[in-house]
């Protein structure tokens, strides 16, 4: 019985979708059914030109270093990587352990020069299996931290790791080094600009 009706279903939406007059309109008698195809048309519509919908190809990364005990600009500095795209973030905000930054990311002159390929490359998956959200004592001696965060289709995390790379596990020290020369880096070519 429930092959039958899943069947029908199936013969159903076939049969609706080619009885079209032409590629803008169904034609359909039953007008409870017209609405219904109106609707899914819009709604199909819409998802399709939302911007806020994710078309990226992998997962975008948002990096930073930050300082508490600190004075001008480069205190936090925060970046976003979407696909190639390098973006700053301009409201420079403290992270917080636990949450997602809320940032304003605009992209920057010179952020074509920089290589970024690295970052995702080289990011450490092995973050994506654990609970842990924090390693070592990120700031607690004003020597900094990196902010990190990951979003995919499927995941979104943080985390917050100590500069200080002697409070954090090996496997991790690696990629804090590269974030931390690549904000550097990124703060010579905008000194530049």
């Not at 450490?124 to 959200?133: A, F, G, R, V, Y």
Request: aromatic fraction near 12%.
């Amino acid at each position: 019985m429930k092959n039958l009706k899943l069947f029908l279903s199936i013969v159903f939406v076939l049969f609706l979708f080619n009885s079209c007059e032409n590629e803008g309109e169904l034609f359909i008698e039953n007008p409870d059914v017209e609405i219904i195809a109106k609707i899914v048309d819009s709604n199909i519509e819409v998802a399709a030109s939302d911007s806020n919908a994710s078309t990226n190809r992998g997962p975008t990364i948002t990096f930073g270093r930050y300082y508490g005990k600190c004075q001008g600009n480069a205190c936090v500095e925060i970046f976003r990587l979407i696909d190639v795209t390098l973006l700053e973030d301009t409201v420079d905000g403290y992270p917080v352990s636990g949450e997602f930054y809320k940032g304003n990311f605009k992209k920057f002159k010179g952020a074509d020069g920089i290589k970024t390929n690295d970052i995702l490359s080289d990011f450490p998956l092995t973050l994506l299996n654990t609970k842990t959200i924090t390693y070592g004592t990120p700031d607690a001696g004003d020597w900094g931290g990196i902010y990190l965060e990951y979003q995919d289709g499927f995941q979104h995390r943080s985390w917050l790791l100590d500069l200080k790379t002697g409070n954090i596990p090996k496997h991790l020290r690696a990629y804090v080094n590269l974030i931390n020369e690549k904000i550097t880096k990124i703060g010579e070519i905008n000194n530049l600009n």
